[in-house]
């Protein structure tokens, strides 16, 4: 089958011919429909996890067809269409008995970071973790949910206990950003939207962010107390994870509110005095990706047209090198899908 495969870090992926993956008896073969690409692939890709084993075939949004399965799997035929769930959790230890499958003690790899991934024609995958998707979604806006979507909605549900009628304020519009603007209206929020980029910031109106905030464009405390009553937002997502936007965060937070951390960066850790914590109150909470559950809830939202996933362009997979590099320029809007 054909593969974009990563030899090197921080060398471009090659095209190679590689051999279909082997299944167990608990797995299903997939033919690759969309995979997303994601900014962390671009992470992986320039070095930034060591400890990922090269040669890999990374991609771990992943929505295709099923047209191979193993012995024991009951609940799944061939044509079925699904989506992936990319973390391989054990679903015995304590974390995944307590319904966080996605802090499992005993993780046997990620899909598309330590075990190939959807960068190819074909994957692999056990059938527990593949979730069938329903007819009205595309394969394109299926691939992206098991990440760019559902990590959303796992960050402002379950982490931050988003409510209805409070206000949110979303760091960072690109390929994750855009969804959790969707996603926090249907949990009843009201969405501010915030980035550098102006073409970004009028996407993220369209999608119904109530207000947005250029970064660059002057005092973005004031400007987000004006539209708070002077009391800050209630939640921040802060999709970039720098010390300067966690620290930006920390001034238009509301007494008693919430920042959650999505992004990630490793360019130099986060510092804030203990006391702007202390004295309102303050809650930093993690978020890492999503739970099984997290993945269904966001399936059974675009099956019901309660949100629509925002794929902005399609390129062919021989052609993730140009996406990579278009990413690291900052130059793509939304999330963008690969299709074999
Ligand atoms: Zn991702
Ligand atoms: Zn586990």
């Not at 230890?93 to 899909?111: F, M, Q, T, V, Y």
Request: proline share 4%.
């Amino acid at each position: 089958m054909k593969a974009m495969v990563l030899r090197q870090f921080g060398q471009p992926f090659g095209e190679e011919d590689v051999p279909l993956p082997a299944i167990g008896d608990h797995d299903l073969l997939i033919k690759t429909e969309a995979c997303g690409v994601c900014y962390t692939d671009v992470k992986i890709a320039s070095g930034l996890f060591p400890e990922i084993s090269l040669p890999k075939i990374l991609g771990h949004e992943v929505a295709g067809e099923v047209v191979g399965k193993g012995k024991e799997v009951g609940n799944f035929q061939e044509g079925d269409r699904v989506c992936l769930y990319f973390y391989l959790y054990c679903g015995q230890c304590p974390s995944c008995l307590a319904g966080k499958e996605n802090l499992c003690l005993d993780l046997r790899g990620r899909i598309g970071f330590d075990v190939d991934g959807g960068y190819a024609e074909y994957v692999k995958a056990p059938a527990t973790h593949a979730f069938k998707i329903p007819a009205n979604v595309s394969f394109e806006e299926a691939a992206i949910l098991a990440d760019a979507v559902a990590t959303s909605l796992h960050a402002l549900k379950e982490q931050a206990q988003l409510q209805p009628a409070e206000t949110l304020a979303i760091i960072g519009a690109g390929g994750l950003g855009l969804q959790a603007v969707q996603i926090g209206q249907v949990l009843g929020a009201r969405v501010f939207s915030i980035d550098i980029e102006e073409k970004r910031l009028e996407m993220a109106k369209r999608l119904g962010a109530a207000a947005t905030f250029n970064e660059t464009s002057g005092n973005l405390r004031e400007a987000i107390l004006a539209h708070t009553r002077g009391v800050g937002v209630d939640t921040v997502l802060d999709l970039v994870g720098k010390d300067e936007t966690i620290n930006c965060a920390l001034t238009f937070l509301k007494k008693g509110g919430k920042l959650v951390l999505v992004g990630y960066s490793f360019e130099k850790p986060f510092s804030v005095f203990p006391a702007v914590i202390m004295r309102s109150e303050l809650a930093i909470i993690g978020s890492r990706a999503c739970r099984p559950k997290d993945l269904q809830a966001v399936i059974d939202l675009v099956a019901t047209q309660k949100i629509k996933p925002f794929v902005s362009e399609t390129f062919p997979l021989e052609q993730v090198n140009q996406v990579h590099d278009r990413l690291k320029k900052n130059e793509i809007l939304g999330r963008v899908v690969l299709k074999p």
